[in-house]
């Protein structure tokens, strides 16, 4: 029994510690699938994370903070659409802009509004999907937030938007041969606009999840580079939703591990377990180097 409840106590740790991550890949790989690099996951992780604790704790209701963090969200996504696409800055560069305006001015914002993240804000609750949250492990999966069960959908839902539609054939067109795109009649900036800012609402419902479900307060920083590790996701999943979120759960399962070892007592110092997941990250592009093939106009200016 013991075995069993540090199984499934482990099991709930390694989805909520996915789920954020998740998002951000999933938002990733439209942006990408667009020719668009998106490093500003990480400041979009903080802008959902800031925006719903902000507008929860204001209105006294979640739901209208989440609808108003991935209205943020999308914002952030055409700020980086303009910013590359319309003025042709360079991708890393705006992305890197954008994740460190967005670090101080949510840190700020953390020191104003929630005296430096020592507020409870009200959550997202688990609900008893189909009564089955009794079932021993599987009964974990049955007793999650409504996020979760989005995302449940979303997964087979971009697979499908992406590899069998019209829209899908589009996106993955302007991401490989945006001139031959374009020569077909295609607005590549159009459609680049609408990826990038659908990847922003994605990316940001992770980091209402982080601040809603996971830990139920804001604090500064609270993404610690999750939106790297979703990007790293990306790319060992090959720019594939199902592949993407399989990577995620095992980068969350490493950073669920990691925890439990501190918890060991086995005096290892614990900044070489935190840092695990990124070291499992690396390991994973350096076996995927020359194998994984990203499109061929991503970060490429037009």
């Not at 189909?130 to 997964?155: P, S, V």
């Not at 067109?173 to 945006?178: K, N, S, T």
């Not at 580079?225 to 979120?245: Q, T």
Request: net charge neutral; with cysteine.
């Amino acid at each position: 029994m013991t075995n069993i409840n540090f199984f499934s106590d482990y099991l709930s740790a390694t989805i909520r510690l996915s789920v954020p991550l998740a998002f951000a890949a999933l938002g990733g790989i439209f942006s990408e699938r667009s020719g668009i690099l998106n490093i500003a996951l990480e400041g979009m992780l903080l802008t959902g994370a800031f925006i719903s604790a902000a507008v929860s704790i204001s209105t006294e209701n979640v739901w209208i903070g989440t609808l108003v963090a991935i209205f943020a969200g999308g914002i952030l996504g055409l700020i980086h659409a303009y910013l590359c696409v319309s003025l042709k800055v360079n991708q890393l560069v705006s992305g890197l802009a954008i994740n460190l305006a967005v670090s101080g001015l949510t840190a700020y914002g953390a020191r104003v509004l929630f005296d430096s993240g020592t507020i409870a804000l009200p959550g997202i609750e688990n609900i008893n999907f189909l009564g089955l949250k009794h079932l021993q492990i599987l009964g974990i999966l049955f007793n999650q937030d409504l996020l979760f069960y989005l995302l449940l959908l979303l997964i087979p839902v971009s697979t499908y938007i992406i590899f069998h539609t019209s829209w899908g054939l589009t996106l993955r067109a302007v991401g490989e041969y945006p001139q031959a795109a374009a020569t077909a009649g295609i607005s590549v900036s159009l459609v680049r606009y609408l990826s990038v800012g659908f990847s922003g609402c994605l990316a940001s419902l992770g980091g209402v999840y982080l601040a809603l479900v996971h830990v139920k307060f804001f604090t500064e920083g609270m993404s610690s580079g999750k939106g790297f590790i979703a990007l790293a996701a990306i790319i060992f999943g090959r720019w594939h939703p199902v592949n993407s979120v399989l990577a995620c759960l095992l980068f969350g399962a490493t950073e669920a591990l990691q925890l439990r070892v501190q918890a060991f007592n086995l005096n290892i110092p614990y900044q070489f377990l935190e840092m695990l997941p990124y070291v499992i990250a690396l390991l994973a592009l350096i076996g995927l180097a020359g194998k994984s093939t990203p499109p061929a106009a991503l970060g490429k200016r037009q």
